[in-house]
């Protein structure tokens, strides 16, 4: 086991890059680069029994996230968890259903229900998860920053409130417009929710903290701006206060057309899915912020030809110069070839190198 070198993770290329700090080649890694295509993950997920007793387990919740090094030169490790942790401490009673995906035995049907949640203690409530962070912070590489995650509030909102992952978002929707009040009060506690969970995950041993906020790009430009953004300025403003070493990542699924009001928050960094051209996006924000993505996770199911050439696409895009860290454009997928992963990130650190 390891303690961390922070002057070596300061300055690695991951680190760096966050920074827009000279790098020698653009760092990668994978949203859910610890998942169901690596069949070592298959492996220990079985011997879990399921997916939310290996979240729960931090000595499993460590092995996974470590998993993915072992195999690939990535340039840093995630966390294993899931952003629908704080609801399940909340009392909702999340389970997972077989084709069916995330589901709560108790979701917010009333505006009395929100009166009632509590914020949960991290160290008591979440302390799995914080173990697992503090067990791989010792067993990772001293030199590989560790992010830490959370979902946004409005995002968790949405799944409080629909109760499940397969809808069409007409019941939290509904709850926004017929009862404003209501929707902000949930929102606020969630905030102060996601800024005390991500406080405790980089005390820890987090290096970096990355909000999702996968549910964001179901709104209009408004609705946006007022239930999801507001929220997730407060939490960045939260741990700049606090933390103001620690870099923050901000992700908004089908968010590309709000990038200048992202890089308004605070955050260090934008991920960017695959809808957008990040070329594009950096003439749009300039210095102010890193960027991370963004190639179409569909690209590692074609040739390894054709792979490389979605790296290089990518890559030109962006252009000479810093501030750029490599990813996909959203989590990868469980049928993908993991041999296909080492084709695009030895991709991306020979081919960058021409940029940096």
Known sequence: ???????????????????????????????????????EYRATRSRAGDFLTLCRTPELACEVTLQPLRRYPLDAAIIFSDILVIPDAMGLGLSLVESVGPVFDNPITSVNQIGKLGIPDPEDDLGYVLEAVR??????????????FAGSPWTLAVYMIEG???????KVKAFAREDPDAIHSLLDILSRSVSAYLMAKAHAGASVLMIFDTWGGILNTDDYERLSLRYM???VRHIKDHRPDVPVILFTKDGGQWVQNIAKTGCDAIGLDWTVNIGDVRHLVGSKVA??????????????????????????????????????????????????????????????????
């Not at 991951?14 to 690596?38: H, S």
């Not at 067993?139 to 920053?145: F, K, M, T, Y």
């Not at 962006?318 to 070839?337: A, E, Q």
Request: no cysteine; glycine share 6%.
């Open 1 to 39: 086991m390891s303690q961390p070198d922070h002057r070596r993770l300061a300055d690695s290329r991951f680190m760096r890059a966050l920074r827009r700090q000279d790098v020698n080649q653009t760092p990668v890694w994978i949203m859910r680069q610890a998942g169901r295509y690596l069949p």
């Open 135 to 148: 067990t791989t912070r010792r067993n990772l590489d001293q030199s590989v920053p560790l992010i830490g």
């Open 164 to 170: 499940r992952s397969k809808t069409d978002f007409s």
């Open 233 to 235: 300025t407060e939490i």
């Open 291 to 356: 960027l991370q993505g963004n190639l179409d996770p569909d690209t590692l199911r074609l040739n390894d030809e054709e792979i490389e050439q979605g790296v290089a696409n990518v890559l030109r895009s962006f252009g000479k110069g810093n501030g750029h860290i490599f990813n996909l454009g959203h989590g990868i997928k469980p049928d993908i070839d993991p041999d296909k992963v080492t084709v695009m990130v030895d991709a991306v650190h020979r081919l960058s190198q021409a940029y940096h």
